[in-house]
């Protein structure tokens, strides 16, 4: 189905279309994760065309049974979505039929689950009570305006300075790379490209360092985000 299309539907899934001003009239893309607890694979329980849906989709909802355990599978499908590049907000649902102590335990056991998905807002909402809705679909607008927003090369470069000021990337064998500006190399998801000396030799550790800071910047919450690194020129023509 293309992107301009109906939402598909299967076994509790459906997919936002690509019309963000009718997000509204479409259906949300609704994971009921407690279904796949005892699923080998997701393509056994959502099959390729749903897996092609959430791909196709701007937004997911990613709904969390507040009364059931989050499983390893659960943390597969998520991770799913991550990779797909989607936009994405948790709704954990039935959340009015919990005490104060349980609902602390539940969000501690999300925090530790889904940590990857520290990127997205969680609302923590009731579907029977229509409490918490509003808020969950005003994140739904915020996460496909950061997942499509433009990021101009001069204040990438100046952010991307300003990080290297305070925390250089650290030396990798016998030179540092340096990077030396950053330009903006597609949208949904938002994909920063930095060139510099060697850059191709930062670690994981800086790029996360990078991607918090260009996160914090522009203020890209509900949206995966992602760096590449393109090196110039030798390393070795400019060590420290």
Known sequence: MGRDGPPHRAR???????KPRLVRRLQLLLFQLQDVLRAREV????????????????VVILMVDAQADVSDQDAH????ILESGRALVVAVNKWDGLDSYVR???RQILQHKL???DFAKFHFVSAKENTGLQALFRSVDGAYAAATTKLSTPRLTRVLADA???QAPPKHS??????RYAHQGGSNPPIIVVHGNA??????SYRRYLEHTFREAFKLQGTPLRIQFVTGKNPFDDRD
């Open 12 to 18: 509790g899934v459906e997919v936002l279309g690509r």
């Open 43 to 58: 393509r056994e329980v959502v099959g390729e065309a749903q897996l092609q849906a959430i791909e196709d989709a701007n």
């Open 77 to 80: 499908i998520a991770d799913f």
């Open 104 to 106: 602390e335990q539940t």
């Open 115 to 117: 940590k990857f998905l």
């Open 164 to 166: 290297v000021a305070r």
């Open 174 to 179: 016998l030179f540092r790379p340096k990077p």
């Open 199 to 204: 850059v191709d030799q930062i670690g994981d």
